[in-house]
C-alpha cells in the first residue's frame, strides 16, 4: 500500500476554506477529510512494514516531543509552481515543522525530505493545467494530530460514491496520534 506521513486539524475543514475551493469552481475539489500537510511520503510498503512504522512512530509519539504545530498559509494559488498538479495552501515552513521532520529523520522513520525547495502546502483540488486562480488567504492552520495514512486503490475508490460537492476521498487514516499534549 502507498503510505504517507502527515498532520491534520479541524481548520483544514473550516467553513472559510470550503467556501473559498466551492467559489473556485475547480472540478476536482478534494473531499474536506482528505486535507492534510504531508511530511514524508513514504511509497508502497507491505503490512508487515507498516505495523512496524506504527511501533516506531508510537516510539516518537510517547518521547513527549510532539505538541500542537501551528503554521501560516498566506495564500491559495497553483503548485508547485512549474508544472502545477494542484491547488493548494502554502506557506513558509516553521521551525516546529522542520524539527518535526528532523525528528521522523533521525528515528530512521522517514527519508531526507527537508530540501531548500520545500514549500509546505495543503492541496485542495487536483489540477489538469495551470488554474491562474491565486488568492491571498491568510489562514493560521493549527495541527493536531500526527497520522499515518494510506492511498485508497483505484478499485476501492471505483466502488465510493463522491460527497456532493466534492471528490471522492481518496486516502484513509491508518493511525494517529494526538499532538494537543504530545506523549506521555
Known amino acids: 500500500m502507498r503510505v504517507f506521513i502527515a498532520l491534520s486539524g479541524p481548520d483544514l475543514i473550516s467553513k472559510k476554506l470550503n467556501l473559498q475551493v466551492l467559489l473556485s469552481q475547480l472540478p476536482h475539489a478534494h473531499d474536506p477529510c482528505d486535507r492534510h500537510l504531508t511530511l514524508a511520503f513514504l511509497g508502497e510498503l507491505s503490512a508487515l512494514e507498516v505495523d512496524g512504522l506504527i511501533t516506531q512512530l508510537q516510539g ?51 527519508k531526507a525530505v527537508m530540501d531548500t525547495s520545500f514549500i509546505p502546502h495543503v492541496s485542495l483540488a487536483y489540477l489538469d493545467g495551470p488554474s491562474n486562480l491565486r488568492a491571498d488567504f491568510p489562514l493560521t492552520v493549527s495541527f493536531y494530530r500526527l497520522g499515518l495514512y494510506r492511498s485508497y486503490t483505484v478499485a476501492e475508490r471505483a466502488l465510493m460514491a463522491a460527497s456532493g460537492l466534492w471528490a471522492k476521498p481518496r486516502y484513509q487514516c491508518i493511525h494517529s496520534w494526538d499532538l494537543e499534549y504530545g506523549g506521555n
Not at 67 to 89: H, M, R, V
Open 60 to 110: 516518537v509519539y510517547e518521547s513527549g516531543l510532539l505538541t500542537k504545530i501551528t503554521w501560516e498559509a498566506c495564500e491559495i494559488g497553483d503548485f508547485p509552481a512549474q508544472s502545477p498538479k494542484a491547488w493548494a495552501l502554502q506557506g513558509a515552513s516553521t521551525q516546529k515543522l522542520d524539527e518535526l521532520v528532523l525528528r521522523l529523520e533521525q528515528e530512521g522513520v522517514s
